[in-house]
């Protein structure tokens, strides 16, 4: 995989829009006698290099809206924004699906457990073209011990094989037919639901189709 570089333009050539030279008194801005330079001034060249070092400051003071956006905000900031939100990034994650994440985490934070949730996360991580979540949907109640018996209360009988799901993640026909696609979309979605599932639901299958 190569990586590309992108040339930042340096601080000095950014254009500082409140230059110094103009909040001082005019006698300190008119020109001084300089071989070749009959129109400078100390106090203008001097004031001039200040304001390549504070030129920065402004373009980000200016540009401050863009960084609190996190599909706009630079890559090396997304990781501040997601600790807003109580998310947690990885860097071998891609750009895009990390602006997402954060994007929409205090929505998820919500959903977190459900069937909806779970099925908006894998087909984030998964880039899917249809999530579809089918469950056991039951609910029961465990039997109840005596008081100080110290037994541990059992789930009856009739409660089957308990609270479990199967996804099926349709990846459209040209990513099921690439090599490994199938296993890799399979192993992926399993990291995603151990991670944000209830953990008294067990993932039965997992099924990728076309």
Known sequence: MSTQLVERPHPAELATPAPLAGGIPAIY??????????DGSF???FTA??????????????????????MTAPEHFLDWLASWVGLELYDRWPVDLRRTLIAGAVHRHHERGTSAGLNEIVAIFTDAEQVTI????????????????GGTPEF????????????TVAVGKERY?????VDRVTQLVRRVAE???????LLREVVVTA
């Open 195 to 201: 991670r944000v599932s209830p953990a008294h639901v």
């Open 49 to 70: 290099a200040l304001d390549g070092v504070l030129a920065p400051v402004f373009c980000t003071l200016d540009s401050l809206p863009a960084y609190l956006d996190p």
């Open 156 to 167: 009856p009988d009739s409660a089957g094989g308990g609270c479990w799901m199967s996804i």
């Open 134 to 149: 089918d469950e056991s949907g039951g609910v029961w109640e465990r039997s109840v011990p005596e008081l100080d018996d």
């Open 29 to 38: 801005r008119d020109p001084d006698p300089r071989p070749g330079d009959p």
């Open 43 to 45: 106090v203008r060249r």
């Open 177 to 181: 037919a690439l090599a490994g696609e």
